[in-house]
């Protein structure tokens, strides 16, 4: 079983930044993909980053050029660097590890999710 431990989320004024980062562990054989998805009072859940083995990032017009998604393979962590952040930021941000234990196929695994608040 893989667990993922997400940590950076708080209260900041609009403008400002976060870093969130997310941390695996467990038997992890392979990771192909991570990410964050966001979820929002009153609002759809919606993908906010991911990350695939090949490097290749992927982000959705609402946070283009604002969100920068990275990742640290030897330490099994990414990480989501935040800047001008806006009010309808504000959500509990979930990160999500896409990969395969010694024993199981492809499998996507979560985070206990964060707190992101953005409020003057």
């Known amino acids: 079983q893989v667990q993922l431990v997400e940590s950076g989320g708080g209260l900041v004024q609009p403008g400002g930044s976060l870093r969130l980062s997310c941390t695996a562990s467990?038997?992890?054989?392979?990771?192909?993909?991570m990410g964050w998805y966001r979820q929002a009072p009153g609002k759809q859940r919606e993908l906010v980053a991911q990350i695939t083995t090949g490097a290749i990032t992927t982000y959705p017009e609402s946070v283009q050029g604002r969100f920068t998604l990275s990742r640290d393979n030897a330490k099994n962590t990414a990480y989501l660097q935040m800047n001008s952040l806006k009010a309808d930021d504000t959500a509990v941000y979930y990160c999500?590890?896409?990969?395969?234990?010694?024993?199981?196929?492809?499998?996507?695994?979560w985070g206990q999710g964060t707190q992101v608040t953005v409020s003057s």
């Open positions: 999500y590890l896409d990969g395969r234990t010694i024993a199981s196929p492809i499998r996507r695994f």
């Open positions: 467990g038997s992890i054989r392979s990771i192909t993909a």
